[in-house]
């Protein structure tokens, strides 16, 4: 059930939280040099912190091969299962895709970059006693200065948009209760999907909590977020958001 109150409760953290049954979702977009190291990392740290637990994987139409190790990982393991877009649509849309075919208690977010470190994934759980959305926030950024700026850009406009959510929108690595997907409905195919989750969640009367999470350079690939066309698609998806209802 959602939490109507407007603040995190705390508490001690029974056990329990961390047996819980976890879905990891990782959305793809040519991730090539870093895909297979980031899964296998998940991999052998699920059972640690879940009793129960599936890694999805959502390609979103990647064209350097990373298509072919999603396949070869699907192949090797019972609990990774794969979604594949035929062309590009969208870091939202790769989401929504992820988010759908989840199954378990609890969701998480995790980028397939390899700038998390996964063992992280306990501090979420743990908070997740007192909250429905656990949400990560990099205190320092291991990006380039043009990305870093676009993200401070952007939380701002964020928050001049819709109001204040949390530190960090983008951050990819969060936790979800399951049935907060059933509760909101996401329309976003850009990186405002962050927001519009948020949003939804926040008038819906589910708690949101923040905690810090390591942040490491990227050593493979490119990040996409930085393309203008992206940042347009994101701009528009913002704009075109509207503030729901509250919670009575």
Not at 73 to 85: M, Q, R
Not at 151 to 157: C, E, Q, V
Request: overall charge positive; glycine content about 10%.
């Amino acid at each position: 059930m959602a939490r109507r109150d407007n603040h995190p409760r705390v508490g001690v953290v029974p056990t329990r939280v961390l047996n819980a049954a976890v879905s990891v979702v990782i959305p793809i977009y040519n991730e090539v040099g870093s895909l297979e190291r980031v899964v296998g990392g998940v991999a052998a740290a699920l059972p640690e912190l879940a009793v129960e637990h599936e890694i999805v994987l959502v390609d979103d139409g990647s064209s350097d091969g990373s298509g072919a190790i999603v396949d070869r990982l699907v192949a090797e393991s019972s609990v990774v299962k794969a979604f594949k877009h035929d062309k590009r649509q969208g870091y939202g849309a790769a989401l929504r895709t992820g988010f759908a075919a989840a199954s378990k208690d609890w969701v998480v977010l995790f980028p397939a970059d390899g700038q998390f470190d996964i063992s992280e994934l306990r501090g979420l759980l743990q908070r997740g006693s007192s909250a429905d959305l656990v949400v990560g926030y990099r205190r320092l950024r291991r990006d380039g200065i043009v990305r870093a700026l676009n993200a401070w850009l952007w939380n701002r406009a964020v928050r001049l948009r819709v109001g204040y959510l949390c530190q960090d929108i983008d951050c990819g690595f969060k936790l979800f209760r399951r049935e907060i997907f059933d509760q909101v409905r996401l329309s976003c195919d850009s990186a405002a999907i962050d927001t519009e989750l948020l949003m939804q969640a926040r008038s819906q009367g589910y708690v949101i909590d923040e905690i810090e999470v390591t942040h490491r350079p990227r050593l493979a690939g490119r990040a996409s977020g930085a393309e203008i066309g992206v940042i347009l698609r994101a701009v528009r998806d913002l704009l075109g958001l509207r503030r729901p209802l509250s919670a009575g």
